[in-house]
Every structure is written in structure tokens, then in C-alpha cells.
């Protein structure tokens, strides 16, 4: 039998609890909410590729050169280039140092805020060590006082191999090995030119490695004569075996005037046969400017060439600016400066010889 109940007692509400319960309640409600979105947040923001900084456009760019502009009509050629601060550049294809070259080129009374140096040298055992010895004698002019400095020296290197294994004189001027040696001298002093001209330039002076004595007055001089080309007589100090004295003797027979002889040899050659000057076994009875020499103390007496040597040559910066390089290439059967006069003649520009003003080639 079932057991009766008592009577039921309803318990009285405690509103505390509850609403300690509906606050834990709330609590949890919004952790669970707050953690979930910020875990899928930071997965969004895990799997989205990392945002850049912006970048300023100069610095996308870079800094760009100023405009500069040349007016060539402004830039003066004249006979008194010191009085119109006219630039001059030096160009010297090197193969060797010699002290004495830099020496020489140190003595020049021209302006050196004037002048801007250019070399090129081949890149081999004698080329390496010519561009050292080259360097350490710049470091030291270029470190020194101002008023020593040159504007400004360029320095480089051939991209292209030598043809010949030794630079001793007697090999230089063999017969045999001329076409090959004046066609990568051709080409040195082209990539020479055509990476130092600068737009101001006025006068290119063309001065060998081995020229070690000039006038100190040698680029005011061969201006002065107001010519497009004009070439000095290069000779050669000696002791003469004989008497044990000094003496000179011609070195350049790359000046001249023309001969019928030469002509009627050209006539009778191959497109890439090349007249040689100064060996008996082509002879070509031109007038050779290296015997024009004959009064001391007129210096300024001049003479027209159809060929130029390049051992001291000024050129009027407009002469290349129109186009005369030297030919690596037979030009009229002649190459390199010679080829460079020829040229420059069918440009219409006439080359000048000063056969009593002399500078001096170094004796081996």
C-alpha cells in the first residue's frame, strides 16, 4: 500500500544564485564567442600574404640625372686655348709604363682643370702590370693639391686580345706583323675615342706611351697653329757608337707626302694589301717628314701630309665629331693614323706637319 505524502513544501527562490548563474552564464557565453573569432581571425590573417609596406616612388626609381645640354655652336676650337678655357683630351694607348711619360705629361703647363686623361691598356701579363703602375702614379697626382689635379682620368681595359706575345721593339716593326699590330692599335684608340669625347672637348691630343720629352708648351703650341691636324717630328735620343756622344735620329716615318710610286703600289694591290712606310723592301720614295728637318729656330714652319703619325698628333675635336676614326680596316690600302689622315681628307680636313718642331721617342 502506498505510503501517503506529507504535504509538499515549495522552497523559497534565492534571486542571489540566480543571478550569480545567469552572470557565469553570460561570461562563458562570451568567451567561447570572443575565442572563436579571434582563432579564425588569425587563421584568415595566417593563410592572407603579409601586406608591404608602400614604397616612396623615388625610391622605386632611383634618383634621376639632370638634364644637361650642350649648345656645340659654344664650343670654341681656336688658337689661344688657355685665353678661352678650352678642354683638352689626352688619349695614350698603353701597352708598357714608362716613368718618364708621366713625368713629361706632369710638366705640361696647360691648365689641368683643363685636361682629362684617357688609357687603355691591354689585358694581359704586361697590361696588368703597366695599369698598376699607371694607378699608383694617378692616386698620387690626383691626392695632391687641387690646383695638381686633372679634371679627370678615365682608365680601360681592351676587350679584345693582343696579337702580339711580346712588345719589344724589334718585334714591333717587323714587316710581317704590321697589318695585324695596326689594326688592334686602330681599334684600342677607337674605343678609346668614341668612350672619352665629351661634349665640350675642343682638342684630342694623341700622345704614345713612349713619348718620355716635349716642350712643356706642346698643346699651346700645336694649337696655336690653328690647323684641324697637326703633327710634330718625333725623333730619338742616342749615344752615337762612334764619337760617345749624344745625339738624334728620326723614329716616326708614318708623316708624308705623297708619291706617285705609292700610288702606282696601290693601284696594284689587293683590296686588303696595306702600304707600309719605312721598310726597304717596299719602297715608296714618299717625301718623309722625319727628313724635312732643317732650321732649328723655325719651329713654326709647316707642311701639308697626306699621312700622320700617332705618336704626338693634335686633332680638332670636330674632325672625330664628324666621323675620322682610324681604319682597323684597309682604307685606300693605308690603316691606322694613316688611314685616319686619309679619311679625315675625304671629310675635308687637311693634316699639317711641323717637321723642325720635335718631341722624343723613348730609346730601348
Not at 223 to 250: F, L, M
Not at 335 to 355: C, D, N, Q, V, Y
Amino acid at each position: 500500500m502506498a505510503r501517503p505524502m506529507g504535504p509538499v513544501r515549495l522552497r523559497r527562490t534565492n534571486y542571489v544564485t540566480l543571478g550569480i548563474g545567469a552572470i557565469l552564464c553570460l561570461f562563458i557565453i562570451y568567451f567561447l564567442s570572443h575565442s572563436g573569432s579571434s582563432s579564425s581571425s588569425q587563421s584568415a590573417s595566417a593563410n592572407r600574404p603579409p601586406t608591404r609596406k608602400p614604397v616612396a616612388k623615388s625610391d622605386l626609381i632611383g634618383e634621376r640625372p639632370p638634364v644637361r645640354r650642350f649648345n656645340l655652336n659654344n664650343v670654341t676650337i681656336t688658337p689661344h686655348p688657355i685665353e678661352n678655357r678650352e678642354a683638352v683630351l689626352i688619349l695614350t694607348p698603353m701597352a708598357r709604363f714608362y716613368q718618364e711619360y708621366w713625368d713629361n705629361l706632369l710638366r705640361l703647363n696647360y691648365p689641368r682643370e683643363l685636361i682629362t686623361l684617357g688609357f687603355i691598356l691591354p689585358k694581359n701579363k704586361d697590361g696588368n702590370i703597366a695599369t698598376t703602375a699607371l694607378q699608383a702614379e694617378i692616386t698620387k697626382t690626383q691626392k695632391g693639391p687641387a690646383r695638381d689635379r686633372f679634371r679627370s682620368i678615365i682608365i680601360e681595359r681592351q676587350d679584345f686580345d693582343p696579337p702580339l706575345t711580346s712588345q719589344d721593339e724589334s718585334e714591333r716593326h717587323k714587316m710581317a706583323n704590321q697589318k695585324a699590330r695596326r689594326a688592334s692599335m686602330s681599334r684600342a684608340r677607337n674605343s678609346l675615342l668614341f668612350t672619352t669625347l665629351g661634349a665640350d672637348t675642343s682638342w684630342v691630343l694623341w700622345l704614345d706611351s713612349d713619348i718620355v720629352e716635349t716642350p712643356p708648351t706642346l698643346i699651346q703650341d700645336l694649337a696655336s697653329h690653328d690647323k684641324p691636324i697637326v703633327v710634330p717630328n718625333c725623333y730619338q735620343r742616342y749615344i752615337d757608337t762612334e764619337t760617345g756622344k749624344p745625339a738624334e735620329r728620326p723614329y716616326d716615318f708614318n708623316s708624308w707626302q705623297d708619291s706617285p710610286t705609292a700610288q702606282e703600289i696601290g693601284s696594284k694591290m689587293g683590296p686588303d694589301d696595306i702600304i707600309l712606310e719605312g721598310y726597304s723592301e717596299m719602297a715608296t720614295y714618299r717625301a718623309l717628314m722625319a727628313y724635312m728637318a732643317e732650321k732649328e729656330d723655325d719651329l713654326r714652319l709647316e707642311v701639308p701630309l697626306d699621312g700622320v703619325g700617332g705618336t704626338a698628333l693634335l686633332v680638332k675635336a670636330d674632325v672625330h665629331r664628324d666621323g675620322a676614326m682610324f681604319p682597323p680596316f684597309p682604307f685606300y690600302h693605308l690603316i691606322e693614323t694613316e688611314g685616319f689622315a686619309k679619311m679625315a681628307r675625304r671629310l675635308g680636313w687637311h693634316s699639317t706637319g711641323l717637321p723642325n718642331y720635335k718631341v722624343y721617342h723613348y730609346n730601348e
